[in-house]
């Protein structure tokens, strides 16, 4: 199975200051297409996973600018440019290249 | 609107069984890839199964193969999942998701509680 670490777990954040998760795949997640099977997914407090980005780089419909992915292979980020309020939550990479489809453990963002 | 609604969770005895299900509505769900996902109290997500568009092709987690099975019925868009020999571990909230590119799920369910205890 493909192996998914995040870092870090734990995330305090100040409003209006950047923020960034790294996702290390155990194995390349270079389809032979191109592109990188490497998904961004927030879940809320409370509430369903929501689908951030795709494809390492592509945000999902509504998602702000100030959230971008970036990254290849087995090294990808996520990053946000100004926290904000509404961004808590615990934020999950996800590998989409081979069964079975496995998830980093989860980064844990909260307002200092 | 895109939506996604499960039921069918609830408390059941080791051993039990239980199926969920879930509707769709708002997209195409006959050409849709659609998945289940779990999530036990305070942990993270962990896939438990897949199904193609008309229902043919089937994947699972070793962790609940030979005792769930994932199905389809296009004419009602609904999903089900059908969970045998249910085990303490199996507790957890369980999703269902649409697969929109590349395993990227862009739809989810609010998920339902199973929880399996005597």
């Known amino acids: 199975d493909i192996v998914m670490t995040q870092s870090p777990l734990s995330l305090p954040v100040t409003p209006g200051e950047p923020a960034s998760i790294s996702c290390r795949s155990s194995q390349s997640l270079l389809h032979s297409d191109g592109d990188n099977c490497l998904h961004w997914y927030l879940q809320k407090p409370g509430q369903s996973p929501q689908l951030l980005i795709s494809?390492?780089?592509n945000r999902a419909s509504g998602v702000p600018d100030r959230i971008s992915g970036s990254g290849s292979g087995t090294d990808f980020t996520l990053r946000i440019s100004r926290v904000e309020a509404e961004d808590v939550g615990v934020y999950y990479c996800?590998?989409?290249?081979?069964?079975?489809?496995?998830f980093g453990q989860g980064t844990k963002v909260e307002i200092k | 609107e895109e939506q996604l609604v499960e039921s069918g969770g609830g408390l059941v005895q080791p051993g039990g069984s239980l199926r969920l299900s879930c509707v769709a509505s708002?997209?195409?769900?006959?050409?849709?890839?659609m998945h289940w996902f779990r999530q036990s109290p305070g942990k993270g997500l962990v896939w438990v199964s897949y199904i193609n568009g008309d229902g043919n092709n089937t994947n699972y987690a070793d962790s609940v193969k030979g005792r769930f099975t994932i199905s389809r019925d296009n004419a009602k868009n609904t999903l089900y999942l059908q969970m045998n020999s249910l085990r303490a571990e199996d507790t957890a909230v369980y999703y269902c998701?649409?697969?929109?590119?590349?395993?990227?799920?862009?739809?989810w369910g609010q998920g339902t509680m199973v929880t399996v205890s005597s």
């Open positions: 998701a649409r697969d929109g590119i590349m395993r990227a799920f862009d739809i």
């Open positions: 996800m590998q989409g290249l081979e069964t079975p489809w496995t």
């Open positions: 708002g997209f195409t769900f006959s050409t849709s890839w």
């Open positions: 494809l390492g780089s």
